[in-house]
């Protein structure tokens, strides 16, 4: 089975400026999730969407969303860019969600100048 | 602080001997999960362990969990060179409609040959 895939792998942006990253899950995963990892907060979890629905979510300002489509790719958009969002975006998926073994994508290598 | 802590931040050991990491958090879960990462494949899931469950086994790595105690740990014995990198726990915490996955900051190990 092919790994989860995330696009683009690298991205430098501006401040003020918003983004889209993409997400492909493992073919018959139902659950996305996306993390945010940075060295100074670790990895923190954005939101799960599972089955085009956002299920749960993590404590991050309404700058960033989501969404799934029906065939369970999911991307991730965060407008208004600051600074500080300057991170490693990481997709997972899984079968059903958090009780299962999640599996991760590479990483979106985010640069905001 | 985190949820899952980590202990300890660093360890050192020769190539052979066994390493032990713990974790430690503070409210109830569903289940706590041990994910290793480093730069060459990227986070990587190692095992999962429901809250009803005291020890699991996965080749060379035994995980306990501990609920009275809110803690975990994870043993890899005879240690590789491959096995250097960076583990943390993983907590899904238990909420009344949803769930949050919190990872904690991370053990680095490192293999001396």
């Known amino acids: 089975k092919a790994g989860v895939t995330q696009t683009p792998r690298y991205l430098i942006k501006t401040r003020g400026q918003q983004v889209t990253l993409s997400c492909s899950p493992i073919?018959?995963?139902?659950?996305v999730s996306w993390y945010q990892q940075t060295p100074g907060q670790g990895l923190q979890f954005l939101f799960e969407?599972?089955?085009?629905?956002?299920?749960n979510k993590g404590n991050f300002p309404g700058r960033f969303s989501g969404r799934q489509f029906s065939n369970s790719r999911s991307e991730m958009n965060v407008s208004t860019l600051e600074l500080g969002d300057s991170a490693l975006y990481l997709c997972?998926?899984?079968?059903?969600?958090?009780?299962?073994?999640?599996?991760f994508g590479p990483g979106t290598r985010l640069t905001v100048t | 602080s985190q949820q899952g802590e980590e202990d300890p931040q660093a360890l050192s050991i020769q190539e052979g001997e066994n390493a032990t990491m713990n974790c430690s958090y503070k409210?109830?879960?569903?289940?706590l999960q041990w994910y290793r990462q480093n730069s060459g494949r990227g986070l990587v899931h190692l095992i999962l362990?429901?809250?009803?469950?005291r020890e699991k086994h996965s080749g060379r790595l035994r995980v306990t969990l501990d609920t009275s105690k809110k803690s975990s740990s994870l043993l890899i014995t005879a240690s590789r060179a491959a096995d250097t990198a960076s583990y943390f726990c993983?907590?899904?915490?238990?909420?009344?409609?949803?769930?949050?996955?919190?990872f904690g900051s991370g053990t680095r190990l490192s293999i001396r040959p």
């Open positions: 997972a998926s899984s079968l059903e969600g958090h009780n299962y073994e999640q599996y």
């Open positions: 969407y599972f089955s085009e629905t956002q299920r």
């Open positions: 993983a907590t899904d915490v238990v909420r009344s409609s949803a769930s949050k996955i919190i």
């Open positions: 409210t109830s879960i569903n289940n």
């Open positions: 073919s018959g995963h139902r659950s």
């Open positions: 362990i429901r809250s009803n469950e």
